[in-house]
């Protein structure tokens, strides 16, 4: 059964950084894609960063771009993203997901199988 546990939410001033977590079991497959997603209140989904493990291949929203960066540990079970220069409109609750391996981008645009309950992160101005 693949898990995805997310951690690293909290509250933030404007300008300022976190780093979230998404530890993930139960893959059985080698390669896959793994990424973060947002969902503000009101607001659609948005794919926000994704990656896929074997060529480390990014994708950015352009939201975040120059902003944040997505990251997979050594061990290949835990994926970050590091949020620096943070702003009230990154406010939203952040998922972790996963599926076989697609094109980073592509898994972004159109979600992904597997998924992780949220992290909530609140950015005060």
């Known amino acids: 059964e693949v898990q995805l546990q997310a951690s690293g939410g909290g509250l933030v001033q404007a300008g300022g950084s976190l780093r979230l977590s998404c530890a993930h079991s139960?893959?059985?497959?080698?390669?896959?894609?793994i990424g973060w997603f947002r969902q503000a209140p009101g607001k659609e989904r948005e794919g926000v960063s994704c990656?896929?493990?074997?060529?480390?291949?990014?994708y950015y929203a352009d939201s975040v771009k120059g902003r944040f960066t997505i990251s997979i540990d050594n061990a290949g079970s835990t994926v970050y993203l590091q949020m620096n220069g943070l702003k009230p409109e990154d406010t939203a609750d952040y998922y972790c997901a996963a599926d076989h391996l697609l094109p980073s981008e592509v898994a972004c645009k159109h979600g992904m199988n597997y998924w992780g309950k949220g992290t909530q992160v609140t950015v005060s101005s």
């Open positions: 139960g893959f059985t497959f080698d390669d896959y894609t």
């Open positions: 990656i896929t493990k074997s060529s480390g291949t990014t």
